[in-house]
């Protein structure tokens, strides 16, 4: 069999691109998945070799075999020029900002972004003198009443962490362009296969590598694409820090990418069916799934989307502190804990109200988010189902 050269996988579909993006079977003896490359230091067989670095990779910090296929792949999977990938989603975030901003700037910031990326605003960005402005998700074009003459950066997440407001991107990146300001994308939620966002107009785009792509909950990773435009801002800024992730994670990471679609397509399924379920429920006011009628920005997402992921959350009629415990603690199959997009279903309480600026948070009665996994669906319900029941029994 031959390889096929990274240009002739362009016209490939996704799926296709996931399965053979990023190998390359000759080089290592034939075997099928690229092997992990542990190490600092790389030799240089002459001083004029050295003198030159030529050599395919020069020194850990700068790349391996196995850093090098995720990169490859999932640049080809994001159509984008480049990718970096970084220890975490956070840093993922850290390093799209301060590839772009420097003393004396103002950014924009969506008011639903990963609580965590406002603490990086208020604090780090804040100390180099970058000043941040929240604003609503749904703002839409109207976000040019908020630039500012020295505005550099829009940072955007769809749909919001927790609240899942879906933004009107285009119209949003129609804006910035015109004004010559950077738009980042936290596209975790959608990944490269629900939403592209280079085909959308955003300049740089980050994954948490974490969720989705690990897939399995036993790694922490984060991926940064970028447009021709701000590749190399961004490479420039990772290669200052040096920040790269372990080989071992690299490599889990490409074992995930290699099923990607197909349990994307299935936490779709789950995902929806789970929510259509709960939306029946007495005890639910609002199902904040962005395939669904109910959430803010459905019809953009609609239009922009290829698809939706596990992960959503519900508002629950007004209950007792008590009565929650009881529904949260009894609970068989779904865990309690952070992150998602592991093969198992997770649920987590969520308040926004002491930290949202832009759009006061004050539903009725607490916030749930859920990540549902791969069991059985009819198990889940009658988990949930459960749940409500000792909830109902408790004042
Ligand atoms: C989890 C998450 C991150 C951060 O990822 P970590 O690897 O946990 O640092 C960033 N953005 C979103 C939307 C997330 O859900």
Redesign the pocket.
Known sequence: MAEKPADSRKNLKNRTKLVHAGRKPSEQSGFVNTPIYRGSTVLFPTLDDLLNRRMPFTYGTQGSPTTEALQTAWTELSGAKGTVIVP??????AIALLAVVKAGDHILVSDS??R??RNFCDTILKRMGVETTYYEPLIGAGIEALIRPNTSVIFL?TPG?QTFEVQDIPAIVAVARAKGICTIL?N??ATPLFFQAHAHGVDIS?E????YLSGHSDL???LVTANEVWYPALHATYDAFAMCPGPEDVFLALRGMRTLELRLNEAQRQGLAMAQWLGGRKEVLKVLHPALPSCPGHEIWKRDFLGSSGLFSILLAPCSQQALAAFLDGLELFGMG???GGFESLVIPFDCKTYRTATPWAPQGPALRFSIGLEDIEDLKADLAAGFERMHATP
């Open positions: 975490t989603g956070l840093a993922a975030i972004v990963y965590p990326n997440e962490s936290d975790t939620w980050l948490a590598g974490t969720k922490l990773l984060g952070f992150s998602w």
